[in-house]
């Protein structure tokens, strides 16, 4: 991790060294942060360090994760809008995790996967696996449970965006300060 966190930094890069693959817990290491300040982040250029923390699976109740997250000095923390794949952060519960342990404030964001569709998010219906819409593809044989999609199609993209309903919405909703796109490299798989 300091290899990572010194080659990084020699490159001009905000690094996260994570201790798991499943980005389900908040390394304890190193202590003190890499980068660990007390200011106030408005915006990215102000982030020295980030907290990448996409599965709260290992917290057993949203209290315990906020309280977790903010006894933490994380510039940044990107997260998912949901805890344990359905029920959503509120307002109020993402404005605690935006103040750090050391009374600064920090910036989160929400993971997005805009090219894959997840059979455990809100919006997947069980009739899909039966009888996919034309828009929905094969199943990423490295991500159970996570099927490309043709993201181009105007069902999928009303799904992501364009109402208070739709994934972008209830995590502006939520007041998020950004979204972190995942599968933006989509394209890829079919070119």
Request: proline share 5%; aromatic share 16%; glycine share 8%.
């Amino acid at each position: 991790m300091d290899d990572s966190y010194n080659r990084n930094h020699a490159a001009g890069y905000i690094s996260f060294a994570a201790d798991a693959r499943e980005l389900d817990r908040i390394p304890g290491y190193p202590d003190p942060l890499h980068g660990e300040n007390d200011t106030e982040i408005s915006g990215l250029p102000d982030v020295q360090n980030f907290l990448y923390l996409i599965n709260p699976g290992n917290f057993s109740t949203k209290t315990d994760f906020i309280k977790s997250v903010t006894a933490t000095h994380y510039d940044l923390l990107i997260m998912d809008l949901f805890f344990n794949d359905n029920e959503p952060f509120t307002s109020d519960e993402i404005g605690q995790l935006k103040i750090k342990a050391n009374g600064g404030k920090r910036l989160v964001i929400a993971y997005m996967s805009i090219g894959e569709a997840e059979d455990y998010r809100y919006y997947w219906q069980e009739a899909w696996k039966r009888d996919p819409p034309s828009w929905l593809d094969g199943e990423n044989p490295h991500w159970e449970g996570n099927y490309k999609v043709w993201y181009w199609e105007e069902e999928w993209q009303t799904i992501i965006y364009g109402s208070d309903e739709s994934y972008l919405g209830k995590i502006l909703n939520a007041d998020f300060d950004g979204v972190y796109l995942d599968i933006i490299d989509a394209f890829e798989y079919y070119e």
